[in-house]
């Protein structure tokens, strides 16, 4: 076990701090019911503290029933834990960066005033007519489409058109490695499944789009930040993070990345891949956010194959929310088992959604709306960038695509502090920590230019922020 220093100043005393890591592992399944923890010694040596501390730790959740001791052999995790919470599978969070109560916001239709803090685009720049029409010929279809089970892999002429789609973004893959799912969420979960145990370790960018952390808590696996540079992640940080934690996987955004908005460069590409290679190292690269871009970045599934490299994606973003389509890209060994997955713990797929989606792609209306769509983003990325730049919101990278512009707020603006009283107006805001691993990133906000359009987001900033 990797050691885990403790602060010495503030947080409790040493020993409620000792108590608290072992609390965490037990709520957090990282040390099952019965499970032998870890000696005086070796919990002193790992935390940093004095045998006297650790003894007096764990005396104390014995007498909470947390812990059972058995004489000259050690102590163990007591039976019957309390059920698990994704409040328990890591440090406790503050409600502001919390990923979770951030998507409850912005889904809080009742009080949000403006959410340029979500992750998606307005419901009127979505093409509805185009749906409606989909759905009106899918209801003079077959009775089959409207209410059987989908075939295990999915929708068979759409996963043929999807593989026409990787092919012209240079990646392989024939229609039965491509699996279909609900969503890109559920792509992430069943890949994680297959991949991962709890108390595993999975890198990802810092910062990262953040559902990808309240995901690792759900699986029970510790996130290890990398730091996310222009070109994309640090690869001496990434390196280090091989050596020092030997990870089965790494997560990330394809272009145009979330929340920065960058790119991956080609070298970075190639480097990244032969690290991965020489540390058995899978990769799984999010494409959810690709369509948005004119000229596709570099992709590690199209330098690599899809043997190391798994792509996962959705229309989400881009034609529907409620239309629930996802898709991966996997090696066949992997695919099979992907399948078995998803029967297992959805046992049918969007059917319904898979159809619409394959009409809209067909007919031709998804190319001409995403089309609209990258004209209409980089409009608005022109006109909302100078109003935060006139607030005092600089510039970090220059995104040539998507929905994001990442700013540094203010010298001593706090961003959870600004997003809870902007919260209080009924605007959501997404600020920097809520996406890093290593809370580092407390100086900067996530904005969503689609959902900047009325006046709402900028006056409330320029309320709160000093010398707007």
């Given at each position: 076990m990797a050691t885990q220093a403790l602060s010495r100043r503030g947080g409790g005393t040493l020993t409620e701090q000792v108590?608290?890591?072992?609390?965490?592992?037990?709520?957090?399944?990282?040390?099952?019911?019965?499970?032998?923890?870890?000696s005086i010694r070796r919990l002193a040596e790992e935390l940093g503290v004095s045998r006297s501390t650790a003894v007096e730790a764990y005396d104390r959740l014995v007498a909470e029933g947390l812990v059972q001791?058995?004489?000259?052999?050690?102590?163990?995790?007591?039976?019957?834990?309390?059920?698990?919470?994704?409040?328990?599978?890591?440090?406790?969070?503050?409600?502001?960066?919390d990923p979770l109560r951030i998507t409850r916001q912005a889904l809080?239709?009742?009080?949000?005033?403006?959410?340029?803090?979500?992750?998606?685009?307005?419901?009127?720049?979505?093409?509805?007519?185009?749906?409606?029409?989909?759905?009106?010929?899918?209801?003079?279809s077959g009775e089959t489409a409207l209410t059987d089970y989908g075939s295990p892999l999915g929708l068979a002429p759409l996963r043929a058109l999807l593989s026409v789609r990787l092919a012209d973004a240079g990646v392989e893959a024939h229609p039965d490695q491509i699996l279909l799912t609900e969503s890109g969420t559920q792509a992430l979960d069943l890949v994680c499944r297959l991949?991962?145990?709890?108390?595993?370790?999975?890198?990802?960018?810092?910062?990262?789009y953040f559902n990808f952390l309240a995901l690792f808590r759900a699986h029970r696996v510790e996130a290890v930040g990398i730091p996310r540079t222009p070109a994309g992640p640090d690869l001496a940080a990434l390196e280090a993070a091989l050596r020092a934690h030997r990870p089965r996987l790494y997560v990330t955004n394809a272009g145009p990345h979330n929340p920065t908005g960058g790119a991956l460069s080609p070298v970075v590409c190639h480097r990244l891949l032969r690290l991965a290679e020489a540390h058995d190292l899978a990769i799984v690269e999010d494409e959810i956010f690709a369509d948005f871009e004119d000229r596709p970045s570099p992709r590690l599934a199209a330098f690599a194959g899809l043997e190391r490299v798994v792509q996962i994606g959705s229309f989400s973003k881009t034609l529907s929310a409620s239309a629930r389509c996802g898709w991966i890209a996997a090696r066949p060994g992997w695919i099979e088992s992907l399948v078995d997955l998803k029967l297992a713990t959805a046992f049918g797929g969007g059917a319904l959604?898979?159809?619409?989606?394959?009409?809209?792609?067909?007919?031709?209306?998804?190319?001409?709306?995403v089309q609209a769509l990258r004209t209409r983003l980089a409009a608005a990325?022109?006109?909302?960038?100078?109003?935060?730049?006139?607030?005092g919101l600089r510039a970090g990278e220059a995104p040539e695509a998507g929905l994001f512009l990442w700013r540094r707020l203010p010298e001593g603006v706090d961003g959870a502090s600004l997003a809870r009283?902007?919260?209080?107006?009924?605007?959501v805001l997404a600020p920097g920590d809520a996406f890093s691993v290593s809370r580092s990133c407390a100086g900067f906000?996530?904005?969503?230019?689609?959902?900047?359009?009325?006046?709402e987001s900028f006056e409330t900033l320029a309320r709160l922020l000093p010398h707007a």
């Open positions: 108590m608290e890591v072992l609390r965490a592992r037990i709520a957090g399944r990282r040390a099952a019911p019965g499970t032998r923890l870890p001791p058995r004489p000259g052999s050690g102590f163990y995790v007591a039976a019957h834990p309390p059920p698990f919470s994704l409040s328990d599978g890591g440090p406790p969070l503050a409600q502001e960066i809080d239709g009742g009080r949000v005033r403006a959410n340029p803090g979500c992750g998606w685009l307005p419901a009127s720049w979505m093409p509805q007519a185009e749906i409606r029409r989909a759905l009106r010929a899918l209801a003079r991949l991962l145990e709890p108390g595993d370790r999975v890198l990802v960018d810092d910062p990262c959604s898979a159809e619409v989606v394959l009409h809209l792609l067909k007919e031709g209306a998804y190319r001409r709306h990325r022109a006109a909302v960038g100078p109003r935060l730049d006139a607030l009283a902007a919260w209080a107006s009924g605007v906000m996530r904005f969503n230019v689609a959902q900047m359009q009325g006046p």
